[in-house]
């Protein structure tokens, strides 16, 4: 499955965005997925995860209570809504394919989408 992300850019501390990750294949129902991020000389962190039917929700601890995961898969597209964002948001986020515990494996994630917060 293909994933597209949007919805990044440079946003003042305590702001918000929201993140979409877009799917390209019909099968995007029966898979958990996830959100994950990097910056720059460091590797990939799990940020968040949603199961299949959108009825689980897993957080990093320093993004709960501030961000929200949710899909709609009749339209095959998965959310972040990141809300009171600091600059240690900072970073290129991805959306990937599969739960918290093997994503890495499908190896399947989009191209990113950069999130800056700064003031």
């Known amino acids: 499955v293909q994933l597209v992300e949007s919805g990044g850019g440079l946003v003042r501390p305590g702001g918000s965005l929201r993140l979409s990750c877009e799917a390209s294949a019909a099968y995007f129902s029966f898979y958990d997925m996830t959100w994950v991020r990097q910056v720059p000389e460091k590797g990939l962190e799990w940020v968040s995860t949603?199961?299949?039917?959108?009825?689980?929700?897993w957080y990093l601890d320093s993004v709960k209570g501030r961000f929200t995961i949710s899909r709609d898969n009749t339209e095959k597209t998965m959310y972040l809504q990141m809300n009171s964002l600091k600059p240690e948001d900072t970073a290129m986020y991805y959306c990937?394919?599969?739960?918290?515990?093997?994503?890495?494996?499908?190896?399947?994630r989009g191209q990113g989408t950069q999130v800056t917060v700064s003031s």
């Open positions: 990937a394919q599969g739960g918290q515990r093997d994503w890495r494996q499908y190896d399947n």
């Open positions: 949603i199961n299949f039917d959108g009825r689980r929700q």
